[in-house]
């Protein structure tokens, strides 16, 4: 086995090796240049340890809390962020290139890629809970197996709980990002160019902001649900695709904001002979957008209206940061203010009874607070602070004045 044990500095100039063979092990330490960062060929002192003379290392150098790797590697180090130090390329990039086997861990490409377009097989593979998996460009095999209707190649797939993909690339492969765990986040994503561009299987995952573009080989959708119930759709932009949306077994879906240029075909139940049937119950859409949809006999799909207050605004195939300001300065209950956001929505405090007010304010997007008011009066937007009153107001209370 060999590993590193401690560098100094971020890019450090030595780094201590253990050898373990036949249940011994001894430790080699040795200078590394910058340049020798990949892969070195390490010479063992003093007539070798136990039978070994040298060997090849794949170098993996640290600092703090922060590892660099140049290869494929198993990231098992809790809590660590991991940094990819290179662009990876053909047949170096194996199966599950990067597999994440320890939770907490966040594993950042800088923007670098990590590319085999006849990889069967994940590019990025996360096996773990409370993962991150950001900025990385990557691509895996595109290939369609007509014999199982499927293809194997995937850019990353989840298989955890409670991961966070977010602003990756995923071009040209069959299944571009695979989610088969529980509550995940997968948000401002490009995916294009691949059979199938966003999957998910499990439940309670939020799907948010992507661009879903030109996936359209073989069996072409933007977006899927196959077998995961109370997932969440909010302002994903799709178009190229035969279908924007399928979803199958796919119970409670929430679709919100969500801008589609094709189709979108909801299974029945049961959605051919010989299927048992599938739950497509309750999926709701909230001002959303598409060329036709097919809803299948058993679905129950509804669609209302409302506003859209997202964290970006989409112009042309960038989704824009949304700024917002609130006029009576945030959470300020005996002021009425408006909430608007730079793209124009904006929404306005109001009082839903006599005692509550509704408080709007500003977070990542325009949010709603309920405020009961303490004098059990809410007028026009705001929280009248009772101190005195006027006879109008003392006979709408049932009270008498000064008191």
Request: proline fraction near 2%; glycine fraction near 10%; charge should be neutral.
């Amino acid at each position: 086995m060999l590993q590193y044990l401690t560098g100094t500095g971020e890019q450090p100039t030595y780094a201590q090796f253990v050898i373990t063979t036949q249940n011994k092990t001894c430790y080699v330490t040795q200078s590394i240049s910058i340049s020798e960062l990949e892969t070195k060929t390490l010479t063992i002192p003093n007539g070798g340890c136990y039978g070994i003379t040298d060997v090849d290392v794949q170098v993996v150098y640290s600092s703090g809390n922060v590892i660099y790797v140049n290869n494929c590697s198993d990231l098992t180090e809790s809590g660590k962020i991991y940094y990819l130090n290179r662009d990876l390329s053909g047949a170096e990039v194996t199966a599950n290139c990067i597999n994440i086997k320890a939770s907490n861990i966040v594993f950042d490409c800088q923007g670098r890629s990590i590319k085999n377009s006849v990889l069967e097989n994940a590019v990025i593979y996360s096996q773990a809970n409370y993962a991150t998996i950001r900025n990385c460009d990557v691509q895996a095999s595109s290939q369609y197996f007509s014999s199982s209707n499927n293809g194997k190649g995937k850019g990353i797939s989840v298989v955890a709980n409670n991961n966070v993909v977010e602003n990756n690339k995923v071009t040209n492969t069959f299944l571009g990002i695979a989610i088969g765990g529980n509550s995940n986040l997968i948000q401002n994503n490009w995916v294009e160019g691949n059979a199938k561009g966003i999957h998910l299987g499990g439940q309670y995952n939020v799907v948010k902001n992507n661009l879903l573009k030109d996936n359209n080989k073989h069996q072409s959708w933007g977006l899927g649900v196959w077998n995961g119930y109370y997932n969440q759709f909010i302002n994903n932009k799709v178009y190229g695709s035969s279908y924007s949306l399928v979803l199958y077994n796919a119970a409670n879906a929430r679709l919100k904001c969500e801008k589609y240029s094709n189709s979108l075909y909801i299974y029945g139940v049961p959605w051919y002979s010989g299927v048992t049937g599938t739950s497509n119950d309750n999926i709701t859409a909230v001002n959303i957008t598409y060329s036709s949809k097919y809803i299948g006999s058993g679905a129950s799909f509804t669609e209302l209206s409302g506003s859209c207050s997202a964290h970006c605004v989409w112009n042309g195939d960038v989704c824009v940061p949304t700024t917002c300001i609130d006029s009576d300065g945030g959470l300020n209950y005996y002021l009425k203010g408006t909430a608007t956001l730079s793209n124009g929505t904006s929404a306005t405090d109001y009082c839903p009874s006599f005692t509550v007010l509704a408080e709007r304010y500003c977070s990542s997007e325009i949010s709603t607070q309920s405020y009961t008011c303490p004098s059990g009066n809410c007028t026009n937007g705001a929280c009248v602070n009772q101190t005195t009153c006027t006879p109008k107001t003392c006979s709408q209370l049932g009270k008498s004045c000064g008191t």
